[in-house]
């Protein structure tokens, strides 16, 4: 998180991140449901012994860009190579509310408008040195210097007193963020405008939640941050392991850190090695690797695998179509919508939503593991969630009545614009896995049965790292896209959809989206029943507006061989979304 959102395909990152997906679909079939019910959320609990290596498979068509860092990584994959080491400041307990237990402690002052985050002596970077305040500070700065061109800073940070400034030039320093200990102290107060309701969890987007070695990369330029050897080839991090070595964009190969302030490692070495999804079951099958994600979609060739356990959960995500309507202006650090754009009207937009037959190809192409969502916020969230919002489900007559009743009518096999003149929509899709061509292939049929001439941007599918490219630098040649989100555990959607942020792609901009955005995150919203009364009523407008459609999220099924104990996805064991890897091992 960190605080929100990863691009993702979808791979659990956690809090702040933005990242974009390739989607799988879904559906539902109470079959498969039910047996993923049976599943267990962790590895039997045994004693383990100390030493070996475990082999981790990173499923992706496409090398990870190897950015460690987390203020300046956008995509899953890396956040996933970076696990072992990448340990945040705070643990939480199962609802992901922040505790003691964690490198740092957190104290909130709503009197004061104060956050006091304190790390704990021993928490040591894996070169030896104390993570101190500075560490803490300068993570800020590498989100909010322009220089680093980070995609993480988001407009929820500017509550904090100078951040603003400091993001726009005008101050060298952040004038909120005090360090009384001095920058080798281990205490940091951050000032806010005012608190959150949302503060209390991690992933709530308006504070951070790792630490950036100082010491390490202070002689680098904000402008080389990113493509420095520091953070491409040598991090630093204050997690159980250190990084050995690093093949570029195919695997890491992690080792103890000496340091690390929980104790000694159970393992001696982990190894993220990337592997194709085409060929995910077969490595499951072949005990290739320890741990290994399962495919949806490959199922049923490997559910009867031997020597593992399977555990499944479903993660806080989901797949969405989203429709460009503007545009990111870099000057004035804002999205600023288009009226004119192709895609501004309303029932055009939802049209293509209830022409998409989700659940059917859930249903067909992933044994019904994954499944339509109705609404931006998941029901995980609890009464969060509403249950009122039913979704786009598939209906054909309604797509065609929306059209004809827009002006969209028909001339020869395609539709034109209300104003007579053609249509043609393209479409930016990811490549992925074997299923991933003809489930996109689908919806281009079921676009095309009302009329709509939709078209893949350059004809085919695009490979992740262009995909993420295009969407994130408003390419003209993209008017609708099919993308995912990896969540926070704090649910506020301010920093992903609101008008000063990068990450809503989208980049439509209304007043009533501002209003909600701000309600819910507003002083009233320390009471739990306005809160949630914001929250639906967010729903419900985005329903309705349709610049973003959900479509579907899956659940997480990983193969873990069974000779592993302390493999866990409960929020408690984890670290913001990181395996705690320390306590990963062998059985005895």
Same mark, same amino acid.
């Given at each position: 998180?960190?605080?929100?959102?990863?691009?993702?395909?979808?791979?659990?990152?956690?809090?702040?991140?933005?990242?974009?997906?390739?989607?799988?679909?879904?559906?539902?079939?109470?079959?498969?449901?039910?047996?993923?019910?049976?599943?267990?959320?962790?590895?039997?609990?045994?004693?383990?012994?100390?030493?070996?290596?475990?082999?981790?498979?990173?499923?992706?068509?496409?090398?990870?860009?190897?950015?460690?860092?987390?203020?300046?990584?956008?995509?899953?994959?890396?956040?996933?190579?970076?696990?072992?080491?990448?340990?945040?400041?705070?643990?939480?307990?199962?609802?992901?509310?922040?505790?003691?237990?964690?490198?740092?402690?957190?104290?909130?002052?709503?009197?004061?408008?104060?956050?006091?985050?304190?790390?704990?002596?021993?928490?040591?970077?894996?070169?030896?040195?104390?993570?101190?305040?500075?560490?803490?500070?300068?993570?800020?700065?590498?989100?909010?210097?322009?220089?680093?061109?980070?995609?993480?800073?988001?407009?929820?940070?500017?509550?904090?007193?100078?951040?603003?400034?400091?993001?726009?030039?005008?101050?060298?320093?952040?004038?909120?963020?005090?360090?009384?200990?001095?920058?080798?102290?281990?205490?940091?107060?951050?000032?806010?405008?005012?608190?959150?309701?949302?503060?209390?969890?991690?992933?709530?987007?308006?504070?951070?939640?790792?630490?950036?070695?100082?010491?390490?990369?202070?002689?680098?330029?904000?402008?080389?941050?990113?493509?420095?050897?520091?953070?491409?080839?040598?991090?630093?991090?204050?997690?159980?392991?250190?990084?050995?070595?690093?093949?570029?964009?195919?695997?890491?190969?992690?080792?103890?850190?000496?340091?690390?302030?929980?104790?000694?490692?159970?393992?001696?070495?982990?190894?993220?090695?990337?592997?194709?999804?085409?060929?995910?079951?077969?490595?499951?099958?072949?005990?290739?690797?320890?741990?290994?994600?399962?495919?949806?979609?490959?199922?049923?060739?490997?559910?009867?695998?031997?020597?593992?356990?399977?555990?499944?959960?479903?993660?806080?995500?989901?797949?969405?179509?989203?429709?460009?309507?503007?545009?990111?202006?870099?000057?004035?650090?804002?999205?600023?919508?288009?009226?004119?754009?192709?895609?501004?009207?309303?029932? $055009?937009? *939802?049209?293509?939503?209830?022409?998409? %037959? &989700?659940?059917?190809?859930?249903? !067909?192409? =992933?044994?019904?593991? +994954? @499944?339509?969502?109705?609404?931006?916020?998941?029901?995980?969230?609890?009464?969060?969630?509403?249950?009122?919002?039913?979704?786009?489900?598939?209906?054909?007559?309604?797509?065609?009545?929306?059209?004809?009743?827009?002006?969209?009518?028909?001339?020869?096999?395609?539709?034109?614009?209300?104003?007579?003149?053609?249509?043609?929509?393209?479409?930016?899709?990811?490549?992925?896995?074997?299923?991933?061509?003809?489930?996109?292939?689908?919806? $281009?049929? *079921?676009?095309?049965?009302?009329?709509? %001439? &939709?078209?893949?941007?350059?004809? !085919?599918? =695009?490979?992740?790292? +262009? @995909?993420?490219?295009?969407?994130?630098?408003?390419?003209?040649?993209?008017?609708?896209?099919?993308?995912?989100?990896?969540?926070?555990?704090?649910?506020?959607?301010?920093?992903?959809?609101?008008?000063?942020?990068?990450?809503?792609?989208?980049?439509?901009?209304?007043?009533?989206?501002?209003?909600?955005?701000?309600?819910?995150?507003?002083?009233?919203?320390?009471?739990?029943?306005?809160?949630?009364?914001?929250?639906?009523?967010?729903?419900?407008?985005?329903?309705?507006?349709?610049?973003?459609?959900?479509?579907?999220?899956?659940?997480?099924?990983?193969?873990?061989?069974?000779?592993?104990?302390?493999?866990?996805?409960?929020?408690?064991?984890?670290?913001?979304?990181?395996?705690?890897?320390?306590?990963?091992?062998?059985?005895?």
């Amino acid at each position: 998180m960190k605080t929100k959102k990863i691009f993702s395909s979808i791979g659990v990152v956690t809090a702040a991140a933005l990242a974009l997906v390739a989607c799988g679909k879904s559906g539902n079939n109470d079959n498969a449901t039910n047996t993923v019910k049976k599943f267990a959320k962790e590895t039997p609990v045994k004693t383990a012994k100390q030493g070996g290596t475990v082999k981790v498979a990173l499923e992706t068509d496409t090398p990870f860009t190897g950015i460690f860092s987390p203020e300046l990584s956008t995509m899953s994959t890396d956040a996933s190579v970076a696990g072992p080491g990448d340990e945040e400041l705070f643990d939480t307990d199962n609802q992901y509310k922040i505790n003691d237990k964690g490198p740092a402690t957190l104290k909130l002052d709503r009197n004061a408008k104060t956050a006091t985050i304190t790390v704990k002596k021993g928490v040591k970077w894996s070169d030896g040195e104390q993570v101190n305040a500075k560490d803490i500070e300068y993570s800020y700065e590498i989100l909010a210097n322009k220089k680093t061109a980070s995609q993480r800073y988001n407009s929820q940070f500017e509550d904090i007193l100078g951040m603003k400034e400091y993001h726009d030039g005008k101050a060298k320093t952040i004038s909120g963020i005090e360090m009384p200990q001095g920058e080798k102290g281990r205490t940091v107060v951050i000032h806010f405008k005012e608190l959150k309701p949302g503060m209390y969890y991690s992933g709530n987007g308006y504070f951070w939640e790792s630490a950036a070695p100082y010491h390490y990369l202070k002689n680098v330029p904000f402008n080389k941050l990113q493509s420095s050897n520091q953070i491409r080839q040598k991090p630093l991090y204050f997690g159980p392991f250190k990084v050995q070595k690093i093949v570029r964009g195919q695997s890491v190969t992690w080792v103890p850190n000496k340091y690390y302030w929980r104790g000694r490692p159970k393992l001696n070495k982990i190894v993220i090695q990337v592997v194709s999804p085409n060929s995910a079951s077969q490595s499951i099958k072949s005990h290739k690797f320890d741990i290994a994600a399962v495919r949806n979609s490959q199922w049923d060739q490997v559910k009867n695998t031997k020597n593992v356990n399977f555990v499944a959960q479903i993660p806080l995500s989901y797949n969405y179509l989203g429709f460009k309507v503007g545009k990111w202006d870099a000057k004035q650090n804002k999205n600023v919508m288009d009226p004119k754009s192709k895609m501004a009207n309303k029932s $055009l937009r *939802q049209a293509i939503g209830y022409a998409m %037959n &989700v659940s059917a190809v859930d249903k !067909r192409y =992933t044994q019904g593991l +994954s @499944f339509q969502v109705p609404t931006l916020i998941p029901a995980q969230f609890g009464d969060y969630f509403n249950k009122d919002v039913k979704g786009y489900n598939y209906d054909l007559k309604k797509a065609n009545s929306l059209l004809d009743k827009a002006g969209y009518k028909k001339k020869g096999k395609w539709r034109v614009q209300p104003n007579g003149k053609p249509l043609t929509i393209h479409f930016l899709a990811m490549s992925g896995s074997s299923i991933q061509d003809p489930i996109i292939q689908n919806y $281009l049929q *079921q676009w095309h049965k009302i009329g709509l %001439n &939709v078209k893949l941007t350059g004809g !085919r599918l =695009t490979e992740a790292n +262009s @995909f993420y490219d295009k969407v994130q630098h408003d390419d003209p040649s993209v008017d609708m896209f099919d993308a995912g989100w990896t969540l926070a555990s704090e649910p506020s959607p301010k920093n992903m959809y609101d008008e000063s942020t990068p990450s809503n792609y989208e980049r439509f901009v209304t007043p009533e989206n501002t209003k909600l955005l701000n309600e819910i995150d507003s002083q009233k919203a320390f009471n739990h029943k306005y809160r949630v009364q914001k929250f639906h009523e967010w729903q419900q407008y985005m329903f309705d507006q349709a610049y973003v459609i959900p479509t579907d999220n899956a659940y997480s099924i990983s193969a873990v061989n069974n000779k592993l104990t302390g493999y866990s996805t409960k929020p408690s064991q984890n670290n913001n979304g990181h395996q705690l890897w320390y306590q990963v091992g062998y059985v005895k």
